[in-house]
């Protein structure tokens, strides 16, 4: 177990950190920056992250953590249930492009794809830890592979929206996503077709309400 006192000074860099995403984005944040707003020196920044993309990383799975607490779901909710998985989804990210939040941050990590890769964690990997696939034909590795297809879609996008500061509706857009997902694992036809309409599967009011509860 860490000592106290490298687990609170951890948490310390990473709120900085993450402020600094906020105000500055992702290319703008350095270790200097970080470590003169915690007051230490820059290579106990590095100790403890050696990679910036670590903060980062640590940023995207709080975030869609605390997206799942603000709908008040546990992991049994979550278990085969692609609606609430979508609701989660749709709360981390109206969450991240809410007005004066995370979009710069998001943009420039969704201009690379090697970063969009190794960071943002509601992927095809989040989606086979609570969904089990019904799917006989396709294995675990080829349905891996058609969902990084398709979410390169949505990434693409969500950063064609960013670039272009157009709205984002995130729902409207998820939806294709996770129906085509539930295609491939099998699922029967009644419930991709819902998967197709938001509205049946959550209130997006509550959904855009936890959103902005996220601290």
Known sequence: MPRKKN????AEILAAAWESFKLQGYEATTY???????????????????????????????????AQKALGYSKEDLTNNFEKVFAVATCFYTYLLQENSYQRFLFEVLDSRALTRELVPFNGSYVFRYISSLSQIKSGKALDADMRDTFAIFYE????????????????????????????????????????????????QEVVEAAHSID
């Open 7 to 10: 687990t609170k000074l951890k």
């Open 32 to 66: 200097s920056t970080v470590a003169k707003a915690v007051g230490i020196q820059r290579a106990l920044v590095q100790y403890h992250f050696p990679k910036k993309e670590k903060m980062a990383e640590q940023f995207f799975v709080q975030k869609l953590k605390a």
């Open 157 to 204: 996008r969500l950063y064609d929206s960013l670039l272009d500061e157009t709205e984002f509706h995130v729902a409207e857009e998820l939806a294709p996503v996770l129906s085509a997902m539930a295609g491939r694992m099998g699922y029967p036809l009644t419930q991709i077709n819902a998967l197709k309409t938001p509205s049946s599967c959550f209130s997006l």
